[in-house]
T-cell receptor
Framework: AQKITQTQPGMFVQEKEAVTLDCTYD???????LFWYKQPSSGEMIFLIY??????QNATEGRYSLNFQKARKSANLVISASQLGDSAMYFC???????????FGTGTSLTVIP | GAGVSQTPSNKVTEKGKYVELRCDPI?????LYWYRQSLGQGPEFLIY????????DSGLPNDRFFAVRPEGSVSTLKIQRTERGDSAMYLC???????????????FGAGSRLTVL
C-alpha cells in the first residue's frame, strides 16, 4: 500500500484565491511527522510546513496551513492568497517514528492563474 | 556550507559507463539521504546515512548502485554500468538526526540530473 497518496495530479487557482492540496497517508505507527515540500521548475525541494502526529493544533506558516485530520489520516495543505510564484509541484511526505525514511507522494502540480 | 551542494548539476553519459554524483551536506547535519526522482514522480528513497555508516540502503535498486560517506560529511553515489533506465534527477538531502520533529526536516540540494544515452 502507498504510504502517501496525492490524488490531484494538477490544480488551478486564481491569483489571490485559496487552494487546498490533498494528502492522505497510511501508517500504523503511533507517532509520525507529516511534511509538505514545494518544487519549482528549477528543481530544488523547498520545505514548507511540518505537522507532528501528536500536535494538538494544525500547523501554520505564513500563507501555508495544514488541515490535519488524524482519524481520516489526511494532511491537506491550504495555501491562502495564492501568488503567481506559488506555481510549482507540491509534495506531501511522512516519516514514521519506527524509521528514518521519508516517504513522498507523487505530487500535485499547482498553476496560479493571473 | 549554507546549503546542500550537489555536483555535477547535469551529467550526460553513455550506457555502460561509470558515474559518480557528489553531495556536500549542511555542516552539522549527521543524517544524509539520497533520493531518485523520475519525471513526473515523487522522490524515491535510495539510501540513508547516519554519520559514516549506511543505516538503511533498502532503496538501492540493485548492486550497480553504491554510496559512501567515509568521513561523515560528503557523500558520493556511485552507479556502475549505467543503463538508460537510470536517467533521473538524483536528490541529496541532509538533516539533524533524532526523533521525528520539525527540527530535523530534510534540506535538499538542487539535484544532479543524470541522462544515460
Amino acid at each position: 500500500a502507498q504510504k502517501i497518496t496525492q490524488t490531484q495530479p494538477g490544480m488551478f487557482v486564481q491569483e489571490k484565491e485559496a487552494v487546498t492540496l490533498d494528502c492522505t497517508y497510511d501508517t500504523s505507527d503511533p507517532s509520525y511527522g507529516l511534511f509538505w515540500y514545494k518544487q519549482p521548475s528549477s528543481g530544488e525541494m523547498i520545505f514548507l510546513i511540518y505537522q507532528g502526529s501528536y500536535d494538538q493544533q494544525n500547523a501554520t506558516e505564513g500563507r501555508y496551513s495544514l488541515n490535519f485530520q488524524k482519524a481520516r489520516k489526511s494532511a491537506n495543505l491550504v495555501i491562502s492568497a495564492s501568488q503567481l510564484g506559488d506555481s510549482a509541484m507540491y509534495f506531501c511526505a511522512m516519516r514514521e517514528i519506527t524509521g528514518n525514511q521519508f516517504y513522498f507522494g507523487t505530487g500535485t502540480s499547482l498553476t496560479v492563474i493571473p | 556550507g549554507a546549503g546542500v551542494s550537489q555536483t555535477p548539476s547535469n551529467k550526460v553519459t553513455e550506457k555502460g559507463k561509470y558515474v559518480e554524483l557528489r553531495c556536500d551536506p549542511i555542516s552539522g547535519h549527521t543524517a544524509l539521504y539520497w533520493y531518485r526522482q523520475s519525471l513526473g514522480q515523487g522522490p524515491e528513497f535510495l539510501i540513508y546515512f547516519q554519520g559514516t555508516g549506511a543505516a538503511d540502503d533498502s532503496g538501492l535498486p540493485n548492486d550497480r548502485f553504491f554510496a559512501v560517506r567515509p568521513e561523515g560529511s560528503v557523500s558520493t553515489l556511485k552507479i556502475q554500468r549505467t543503463e538508460r533506465g537510470d536517467s533521473a534527477m538524483y536528490l541529496c538531502a541532509s538533516s539533524f538526526a533524532g526523533q521525528v520533529s520539525g527540527a530535523n526536516v530534510l534540506t535538499f540540494g538542487a539535484g544532479s540530473r543524470l541522462t544515460v544515452l
